[in-house]
């Protein structure tokens, strides 16, 4: 069963303004990690956010804030702001108590206009 | 952050040959580091975990007489696809995590794109 699920392939957002990728997560365990994963057309894979699931306040990052609904399962990442060069695919991942290892959603490709 | 290098950034090889990539932590030591691949337009797929100074533990579905990988220190971390071929294209990650586990940041190396002849 798919643990991680990201229902946008593809989203536009013109610059300056904000943007929300969705994400909901599928895990029995009490204890996870939700992680947000930048990837630019060059492959690597920049670690954006990080929300554990003990965590009583949203994370922020600069502009990057994760929108955790517990209760919902669900952990959006919200681009405040948005660049041209924030044009990319981004990935949630999330890390259970039982692993270490990631799992990642199949990505959202994120399209910024001037 | 911490750094996570990967060696060759590309390669191109011949059916039936065997490619070595490496992983190394540059300013931490990990013991526990990570191999994902990903095709092209879609996600990253665990391939296995390489733990310092024991074997591998890969996922289902992954050759481990096919992909090898030694975590022979600290800081390196290889995958060697062997007798290569097309279908073995791909784009290989690694990752590390960094401080203790289960690890609250994972980085990632640049990855290395292999296209197989």
């Known amino acids: 069963a798919q643990k991680i699920t990201q229902t946008q392939p593809g989203m536009f957002v013109q610059e300056k303004e904000a943007v929300t990728l969705d994400c909901t997560y599928d895990?029995?365990?009490?204890?996870?990690?939700l992680f947000w994963y930048k990837q630019p057309s060059s492959g690597e894979m920049i670690f954006l956010i990080y929300?554990?699931?003990?965590?009583?306040q949203n994370a922020t990052e600069g502009r990057y804030s994760l929108n955790f609904q517990k209760a919902r399962k669900s952990a959006n990442l919200v681009i405040s702001a948005s660049q041209l060069g924030d044009s990319a695919m981004y990935f949630c991942?999330?890390?259970?108590?039982?692993?270490?290892?990631?799992?990642f959603g199949k990505g959202t490709s994120l399209l910024v206009t001037p | 952050g911490a750094v996570v290098s990967q060696h060759p950034s590309r390669v191109i090889c011949k059916s039936g040959t065997s490619v070595k990539i490496e992983c190394r932590s540059l300013?931490?030591?990990?013991?526990?580091m990570f191999w994902y691949r990903q095709f092209p337009k879609k996600s990253l797929m665990l391939m296995a975990t390489?733990?310092?100074?024991?074997?591998?533990?890969?996922e289902q579905g992954v050759e481990k007489d096919k992909f090898l990988i030694n975590h022979a220190s600290l800081t390196l971390s290889t995958l060697t696809v062997t007798s290569a071929h097309p279908e073995d294209s791909s784009f290989y990650i690694c990752?590390?995590?960094?401080?203790?586990?289960?690890?609250?940041?994972?980085?990632f190396g640049p990855g290395t794109r292999l296209t197989v002849l």
């Open positions: 990752s590390a995590g960094a401080g203790t586990p289960p690890y609250n940041e994972q980085f």
């Open positions: 390489s733990n310092e100074g024991s074997k591998a533990t890969y």
């Open positions: 929300q554990g699931s003990y965590d009583q």
């Open positions: 991942a999330m890390r259970e108590e039982s692993g270490y290892a990631l799992n």
């Open positions: 300013d931490f030591q990990a013991t526990t």
């Open positions: 895990t029995s365990d009490p204890s996870y990690g």
